[in-house]
């Protein structure tokens, strides 16, 4: 094997590719590089005895799997240095090795398999009757070593094996689906009879135990073609073999290894392998050429009378958070306050090299920013910080023409000191009593709460509501010398008092 991994270097593999050349582990792989031919040798020829430093736990884990079976060797790990202080200073690899080797010398499986599901072969559909659609995604390298994520769609006819593949930059909406079935559709030179889906959230809003409600523009699609969408039950892939075979042959024998250039060159080298490879070879299961048997299946496909249109956007959309920013691979992105305008909320992408330019669904720009090469971060512009300063001052500014008072200003000075967190609250509460109140009324009530000390907005509210109430038109307002139980004000009259002889009288 080191002979092996020596060979694959010098042909030019790196670590990834020797790993899943030869399936050792990429350390094992980095090491076998560096020793060389007598470095290994002395390192193989040394006693592979190590002392166990975690034998004398090996009941107390044993136990617990059979009990539990479920827990993680993390979850382990935990329990050890939980149960003993002492537990030897061990990496957590090695605590995962000493638990599988008891995992399988004891058969104690971590989850149970259910029951195998019971499969029967099924004869081959007629000729143009139904195709099978499904997506796909995979990473890229370019030729800076920055890996690119793409998506692409694929339908397959299900009797001939007739393939077609569709590639993009982003993730695929309901218009970019729809123009890949119009492509598909020309490519096939004919539509089938009925075509087999996921229940993606592309093509279906919701799903109740087989009612399907597509969404708006699938539905006026397949309105206006003549094939019949099919939805598969919910988690099970396996109902639609045939394309789920598909996109593991386009992940591992056409997108492995090759590199990314631009998606328009990808589509065209696609397009490339589907005549050498994908339809061009002879078909595994059927021993038969798809292109050639596409011939035979074209005669039975339903005419296609539609050309493939461009949706008008073929930007990214992006879901809009509540927080007024969207995230791009691992990084949060500010966008101006007020673009969240409740779920569903989207928004338009596009990069341009290291930056990026996010539009409103009209093509509106939004915001610029430049791309974080890090992971975890908010990159925002300072014009997009919530204003809520304004809206204090505004609220301040409103109340104080209100009170018209030479103490206006002291008291909430003194109100904001109290409890700052709460002064723009406060001040719509004042706000709100002060409305429709006279001002001798507003007077009175700002001298009583400065006396007394009231900086509680509901309570300065209180006092003025009493203060309405105990007016009299001859005498005015009768303005209180003393503060109030909240109580109180809320029912308009002085506290009770009891007579201290009543009390005297019962001592005796």
């Not at 909430?412 to 409890?419: A, P, Q, T």
Request: net charge positive.
């Amino acid at each position: 094997m080191w002979y092996k991994v020596k060979e694959l270097f010098e042909s030019g593999l790196n670590v990834s590719q020797i790993h899943v050349e030869t399936g050792l582990d990429r350390a094992t792989v980095r090491k076998y590089r560096s020793l060389s031919e007598k470095g290994f040798h002395d390192w193989i020829s040394r006693p592979r005895n190590l002392p166990k430093k975690l034998s004398v736990y090996y009941n107390y884990v044993k136990e617990s799997l059979e009990l539990q079976p479920y827990l993680s060797s993390s979850q382990i790990e935990d329990r050890l240095m939980e149960r003993y202080p002492d537990l030897p200073a061990v990496h957590s690899k090695t605590i995962y090795n000493f638990v599988k080797n008891i995992r399988l010398e004891h058969g104690l499986v971590k989850y149970k398999d259910k029951d195998a599901r019971d499969y029967e072969k099924l004869p081959e559909t007629p000729y143009g009757q139904q195709a099978q659609v499904d997506f796909g995604q995979a990473l890229m390298q370019n030729d800076t070593s920055y890996q690119m994520k793409v998506y692409f769609f694929a339908m397959v006819l299900s009797r001939s094996r007739q393939k077609f593949i569709y590639f993009q930059r982003h993730a695929f909406t309901t218009a970019t689906a729809i123009y890949a079935h119009e492509l598909v559709f020309e490519f096939f030179r004919g539509i089938p009879g009925e075509i087999i889906y996921d229940q993606d959230r592309v093509f279906i809003q919701e799903e109740n135990l087989g009612d399907i409600l597509l969404t708006d523009g699938f539905r006026s699609f397949c309105d206006s073609n003549p094939f019949k969408p099919i939805f598969c039950r919910k988690a099970d892939p396996e109902s639609k073999g045939k394309i789920e075979n598909v996109i593991k042959y386009v992940k591992h024998n056409f997108l492995r290894g090759r590199l990314y250039k631009s998606v328009g060159i990808l589509q065209k080298e696609a397009l490339e392998w589907l005549k050498r490879r994908g339809n061009g070879k002879i078909h595994g299961s059927t021993g038969k050429i798809p292109q050639k048997e596409w011939l035979i299946e074209q005669r039975h496909l339903q005419q296609n009378t539609t050309a493939p249109v461009l949706p008008k956007t073929m930007l990214p959309e992006y879901f809009v958070r509540k927080d007024n920013c969207i995230t791009y691979r691992g990084n949060y992105y500010s966008l101006p306050s007020g673009t969240y305008s409740g779920p569903g909320a989207k928004v338009l992408l596009e990069i341009k090299g290291s930056s990026m330019c996010i539009y409103s669904v009209t093509r509106q720009v939004l915001a610029q920013h430049v791309i974080s090469q890090q992971k975890g971060c908010l990159v925002r512009l300072e014009t997009h910080r919530r204003p809520s300063g304004i809206k204090v001052e505004q609220t301040h500014a409103e109340v104080t023409a209100l009170l018209n008072h030479n103490n206006a200003a002291l008291y909430l000075s003194l109100l904001k000191e109290d409890r700052p967190r709460y002064f723009h609250d406060s001040l719509k509460v004042i706000l709100k009593g002060l409305k429709g109140a006279s001002q001798q009324a507003m007077a009175i009530t700002l001298d009583i709460c400065l006396e007394n000390k009231i900086y509680n907005a509901y309570e300065f509210g209180q006092v003025l509501s009493l203060q309405k109430r105990m007016y009299n038109p001859e005498s005015g307002y009768l303005k209180m010398a003393i503060r109030m139980h909240p109580d109180h004000l809320q029912q308009g009259m002085d506290p009770e008092t009891s007579n201290i002889n009543y009390y005297e009288s019962i001592l005796k």
